[in-house]
């Protein structure tokens, strides 16, 4: 399989604007997620995908891969799709989140091993939940899988409820998943999924993966045992050196 990694990378952002060109001791961002994708042992290829001439040129600059896509697309999946336009002979395509500059190698080679089944047609990641504080944060969106580790639903509210017992005693009686925000697609189902209209869930949960379930799409799962260290704002960048200072 060739398996090519794509990394959606857009300057403007409400929260952060230039996030992907931010330095984090010494490296930007996006050099840092790049360097760590060439870590990984599935990918045939690594590139950034933006719409950014000032991001082009960063990349350009650490020898790293970019192609200068649309503005107008409005998900980094869109985005993607663009990109793996590029590669005629890819089969798939990992989306890699631009704001995770420590994300593990070993967690792209886990997601790209989903695709060794030809059912795959989406692939992500999980991981369990073992704090209450994490159970009941509406910011991180939880999934629900069936015994095969197909997604059933994800949900920024806890999911699955227990009735009867009190919420402080969840984690004790059931083992509850949360979302990590990589995918991994085939080349094809990537292209197609770029042309449903948003859907109902996908617009009550602002979670971009309903759409593909409402849809009839399957999306395959993987447990990881790394956390996600996203950065949404300047301040995350902290607590993001402290956590990854023997990856410096």
């Not at 090519?4 to 403007?12: E, K, N, S």
């Not at 230039?18 to 984090?24: E, S, V």
């Not at 995908?49 to 650490?62: G, K, L, N, Y």
């Not at 083992?175 to 859907?199: A, D, E, M, N």
């Amino acid at each position: 399989m060739d398996i090519i990694g794509i990394i959606p990378a857009r300057y403007a952002s409400s929260r952060f604007p230039g996030k992907p060109l931010a330095d984090i001791a010494g490296k930007s961002m996006i050099q840092r997620v790049y360097e760590r994708c060439l870590l990984s042992n599935s990918l045939s290829s690594v590139v950034v995908a933006t719409d950014d001439e000032r991001i082009m040129d960063h990349v350009r600059s650490f020898g790293g891969n970019v192609i200068l896509t649309s503005s107008s697309h409005s998900s980094g999946t869109d985005r993607c799709a663009e990109a793996a336009g590029h590669f005629p002979d890819a089969d798939i395509v990992i989306n890699i989140q631009g704001d995770e500059p420590f994300i593990q190698p070993e967690q792209i080679d886990l997601l790209a091993g989903c695709f060794k089944s030809e059912d795959t047609e989406i692939a992500t990641l999980v991981k369990k939940i073992d704090s209450y504080e994490e159970l009941v944060n509406r910011n991180t969106p939880k999934v629900v899988i069936d015994k095969a580790g197909k997604a059933l639903y994800f949900s920024r509210n806890t999911i699955p409820f227990q009735r009867d017992i009190p919420e402080n005693k969840w984690l004790e009686n059931q083992t509850y998943y949360k979302h990590i925000g990589i995918y991994g697609f085939r080349v094809k189902t990537l292209q197609q999924l770029t042309r449903l209209p948003v859907s109902s869930l996908e617009k009550a949960e602002a979670l971009e993966q309903l759409r593909w379930l409402e849809n009839g799409y399957s999306i395959q799962t993987a447990e990881t045992r790394y956390p996600s260290y996203g950065i949404d704002s300047p301040e995350d960048i902290v607590q993001v050196l402290k956590n990854f200072k023997d990856l410096l």
